[in-house]
């Protein structure tokens, strides 16, 4: 699968430039909380080949407490549910520390996600990879930045 990249411009010599490719992700740290094995490490692998520095997975309640407390992570991709419980109070303490996120998930049409963050990017699942990498840079990058409604 291959992905556009962001692209930035070094001269190297007086008269010439060279176009230098910059994975989407870029340096990232990135917060995976997908409770489906095969799912998260297919995530993982993904943002890894795009640059991610880190990725930290959490897969069951107890994972993720212990990922919150420890944080160093710049952003999050978030399944809705886990384990069968919700992740919106997990969203709602990223929200308040400054740190964003996407939903990956089945259930992209909840309305409780929406009433919470009438602007959250939610990456609706089956999805391409394509559209989680695009997703997850922008909200990284700011421009799609989401807080609590």
């Known amino acids: 699968m291959q992905l556009s990249h962001a692209s930035r411009t070094a001269p190297d010599s007086p008269g010439r430039s060279t176009t230098l490719k910059i994975p989407l992700l870029s340096g ?4 995976i909380v997908e409770d489906e094995f095969l799912i998260a490490m297919d995530v993982e692998q993904l943002c890894l080949e795009h640059g991610a520095a880190a990725t930290i997975v959490a897969g069951s309640a107890a994972e993720l407490s212990e990922r919150m407390a420890g944080g160093g992570f710049d952003a999050a991709i978030l399944d809705v549910m886990v384990e069968g419980r919700s992740t919106l109070d997990v969203a709602r303490s990223l929200a308040e520390r400054g740190i964003p996120f996407v ?29 989680l990498v695009e997703a997850v840079a922008a909200v990284a990058r700011g421009s799609g930045r989401m807080t609590p409604g």
């Not at 990232?28 to 917060?31: A, D, G, I, N, Y």
């Not at 996600?113 to 699942?125: D, E, L, Q």
């Open 103 to 131: 939903f990956a998930t089945g259930h992209s049409d909840r309305p409780d996600v929406f009433a919470a963050f009438p602007g959250v990017r939610i990456v609706g699942k089956p999805y391409a990879g394509e559209e």
């Open 28 to 31: 990232l740290r990135l917060l």
